[in-house]
């Protein structure tokens, strides 16, 4: 019996639902978005002078740091959406596109944390995913446009402002990015198994696909 059982779970079907191209370029969004969140709340704490462990680690001022990531997550921004902007199309055209179906889901949501049981849903994300997509890429891009702005103006009124939209972004996108974290660590008993999806190849099992993603893996299935 308990050899059959682990032959059942060696054998699981599993489906791919992100490539190494894209995985590699969440890493690198992620990364420089925690460097910034870490940084960034370490200066908002009014500890600017005192240097954060990020800071101890590489040698570089915390102002330096936050700068250098904030380009750089510009930089990686420009450079996925040139060349996937087949993806870029998919994340957009998905995100935006919303049915009535879709309250039912958020409705019945808080409950299928912990149950699994989601409502179906179409599409490549879920409607979750969708209005987190959304929020954060507009954060974002606030973030980034006010921060290259810092970086440009010294004093006066459009100074004082830049910095009001850059904190207030921050205040917003910070536990936006700790629930999708949560999430997507598959923490929740409703997205047990989700993590594998950006992580060890983007593979997970057929089941939990067919459970957050049924349209996605209809889809996928189709010859």
Do not use: C
């Not at 997970?204 to 209809?218: G, H, Q």
Request: proline share 5%; net charge positive.
């Amino acid at each position: 019996m308990a050899t059959e059982l682990r032959t059942e779970v060696r054998t699981e079907q599993t489906v791919e639902r992100n490539n190494r191209r894209t995985r590699w370029f969440h890493a690198g969004i992620y990364l420089l978005v925690l460097a910034l969140l870490a940084t960034g709340w370490w200066l908002l704490a009014g500890r600017e002078g005192q240097p954060s462990p990020l800071s101890r680690l590489t040698g570089e001022a915390d102002t330096s740091l936050h700068e250098y990531a904030g380009w750089a997550l510009l930089g990686l921004g420009v450079v996925g959406a040139v060349l996937g902007w087949r993806a870029v199309a998919t994340l957009l055209g998905d995100s935006v596109r919303f049915q009535r179906s879709d309250l039912r889901w958020f409705v019945r949501w808080p409950l299928a944390l912990l149950t699994g049981r989601f409502p179906r849903h179409e599409g490549h994300f879920d409607p979750g995913q969708r209005v987190m997509n959304l929020v954060v890429l507009v954060l974002l891009l606030v973030l980034v446009g006010s921060g290259i702005g810092l970086t440009q103006v010294v004093g006066g009124p459009a100074f004082v402002w830049l910095v009001r939209l850059h904190k207030w972004a921050t205040y917003v996108v910070t536990p936006v990015l700790l629930g999708h974290i949560l999430v997507a660590s598959g923490v929740l008993p409703g997205y047990r198994g989700a993590w594998r999806a950006m992580h060890l190849g983007g593979r997970l099992p057929a089941r939990v696909a067919r459970r957050l993603w049924p349209a996605w893996l209809d889809k996928k299935d189709r010859p």
